[in-house]
């Protein structure tokens, strides 16, 4: 795994302290939106189709203060759009740096390279860019030809200059499993701390036989990309939620584990989907009917979703909340190769039912084709 220890103790300490203090509901990472606006048009954002006196605005940096400090989450993830394009980010982030949260700036890396001069340093900042495969890959998934290069420059330019990186991909179905691992293979040498990944999100409205094959062709999509692990492939994730990607282990969504604030105000329930706002985050806790969410509750909306900003927090509830996630973690993170010849066999086979061949392709897990999916990199 490859959060910095004094993250993890940070994190550890917070759980702990909300068990012990009885808090059934706590937030672990604020989804903190400070603009919609983006000078990309990926193919499956959901964000930058707001109409044009929405992407004018922007969340001020004591909005974005205000949020943290209520909130109290010990992570902070900035999404948008593309937030080097906001005209206050350096001081959002210094204020955040300042109040010692942990920062997740998640960027497609475009602006990265002419903006650098502007942050400094830190363990709390990491630059978490966005890409979703190899070039070809990439350029397809973002609509933008020469955008890997562009992030990439952007990357090297932010590793030699001492921060933290960390690149986050999204994957859907139809990603080609062997390209996702050479991908790997390619981040790691440009020395980035960490991988970050996450299967992409659409609605389903019909609960049936589909459901089903939707998560689990998520699940065996996961199996072929993550078992038999390279050693030098870091991944800044629970190892938990990695295991229940690959259909290890099962987790309930808890949407609360990562709160969005945007400038509407606090999303119900969760980042992806949209079931009003609520004006503060005490309000957005107790007025959400939380049990309308999640997979087991039988809300088409959720059914097939295996989302990082669901599922993630249940996973480091279970790593830092009981003895024996403790131990599965610590597990996890020792014996981290994987062996599955069954595995193997996937990613030999020259075309996998489901999980698509070469050509890059964008593919919706079991979606509705009708709704637009929301930006789920996270
Ligand atoms: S997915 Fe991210 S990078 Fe692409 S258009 Fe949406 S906000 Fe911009
Ligand atoms: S299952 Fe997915 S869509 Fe539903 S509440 Fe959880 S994160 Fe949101």
Known sequence: MAVPISQMWTVASYVLRKRLSGQKRYPLVLMLEPLFRCNLACAGCGKIQYPAHILKRDLSPEECFRAAEECGAPMVSIPGGEPLMHP?????????VARKKYIYLCTNALLLKEKID?????????????????REHHDFSVCREGGYDKAVEGIREAVKRGFRVTTNATLFDGADPNSVRAFFDEVMAMGVEGIVISPGYSYDKAPDQKHFLGRARTRRLFRAILSNREKHWKFNMSPLFLEFLMGKRNYQCTPWGNPAYNIFGWQKPCYLLQDGYASTFAELMETTVW???????????????????????????????????FMSAVRAT????????????LLNAPQLAGLGGSSPSLVQIAGDAKRQPEETRV
Request: proline share 4%.
């Open 334 to 345: 020792i014996f981290d190769k994987y062996e599955d010849h069954g595995a193997r066999d």
């Open 88 to 96: 206050q980010i350096a001081e959002i982030v210094e204020g955040l």
């Open 118 to 134: 502007l942050f400094k340093p830190s363990k709390y900042l990491t630059f978490s860019v966005h890409l979703d495969g190899q």
């Open 291 to 325: 049990e309308d969410y999640g997979t087991e509750s039988g809300n088409p909306k959720c059914a097939n979703c295996m989302v990082s900003c669901g599922y993630e927090p249940s996973a480091v509830n279970d790593m830092f909340g009981s003895f024996r996630g």
